[in-house]
């Protein structure tokens, strides 16, 4: 026997009515099309944010560890007074710049060849390599340089005829450890901004005499500078929150994120309030390289 399967009159006018109105109205399709990742993005990041910024200002009872919800500022009293994290904070600055300088030196000359000197097949395979790294697991790679950088270790037994030995584990080990973690991040939109430079610019540059040099400082580095900028974006953050390599290869080494790790069970409210520390200072990075033209380049 034949089943009737089709929608009943009412409900296919229904839908027909519904169709209508969204084709009427554009601006309803937009809103209900961003309304769900919207609300992921106001509820799940910045409502982690609002509460991980609201939690700041409560304490901890001395007694039974219990969180006092009594608002106060002496957490944040705590972080800008104490000299230990105002240590902490500097160091992990310095270890992000570094970070991001070692970075771009190491990236440009490698997406320079990928972008303007490689071959098609071969600039393919490249940006597979470049990408290969991502696809492993981080730890593996953290406890990869942990061997590489140990007493006796890899780098010790490759150094030895030119007298090189490792840095050991410390400061020096984790800026060489999240350089190498983040570098994917700045060749990518380094690579992609000199592969968008148009060749006729060079071209003139050669024509109007200019050498390798003066093309590099007057025509290639001003208009890939946005692209090294929003690499550094990636590479700056993801430094300063980093705290699982600084533990691996960073010996006694403390950074904003160990620090917040080690605060995170005894004293919460504290650890909160060390978090916004990285968190201005992102703010003010982007604040800060937003004219370069490199948020447009992300």
Not at 69 to 78: D, E, Q
Not at 108 to 129: D, E, G, N, Q, S
Request: charged share 10%.
């Amino acid at each position: 026997m034949a089943t009737d399967v089709a929608a009943p009159p009412v409900r296919r006018g229904v839908v027909r009515r519904a169709a209508a109105v969204l084709h009427r109205h554009a601006g309803l399709r937009l809103t209900l099309l961003l309304a769900a990742p919207m609300a992921w993005l106001v509820l799940a990041y910045l409502g982690s944010l609002a509460v991980l910024f609201l939690s700041a200002f409560w304490t901890v009872d001395d007694f039974t560890y219990n969180i006092v919800r009594v608002w106060n500022t002496a957490n944040f009293s705590t972080v800008f007074t104490e000299p230990v994290y105002r240590t902490i904070a500097l160091r992990t600055l310095g270890i992000a710049a570094a970070v991001t300088v070692v970075d771009a030196v190491v990236a440009f000359p490698m997406a320079f060849y990928m972008a303007r000197i490689a071959r098609p097949r071969t600039r393919k395979l490249l940006v597979v390599a470049v990408l290969t790294p991502l696809w492993a697991s981080y730890l593996v790679k953290a406890y990869a340089w942990r061997v590489i950088l140990s007493q006796g270790g890899v780098l010790d037994w490759l150094g030895k005829p030119v007298g090189i030995s490792s840095p050991g584990y410390g400061t020096a080990a984790v800026v060489i450890v999240l350089a190498y973690l983040w570098l994917p991040y700045m060749i990518l939109p380094i690579y992609a901004g000199l592969e968008n430079l148009p060749a006729n610019l060079l071209d003139a540059s050669a024509d109007l005499g200019a050498g390798a040099g003066r093309t590099f400082r007057s025509v290639v580095l001003p208009l890939v500078l946005p692209s090294v900028f929003a690499g550094s974006v990636f590479t700056f953050s993801l430094s300063l929150g980093d705290y699982i390599a600084v533990q691996i290869v960073g010996g006694k080494t403390q950074m904003l994120g160990t620090a917040i790790a080690d605060n995170v069970t005894l004293d919460l409210p504290l650890a909160a309030a060390l978090s916004c520390v990285p968190v201005a200072m992102i703010i003010g990075y982007l604040l800060a390289v937003r004219r370069t033209g490199a948020l447009d380049s992300l």
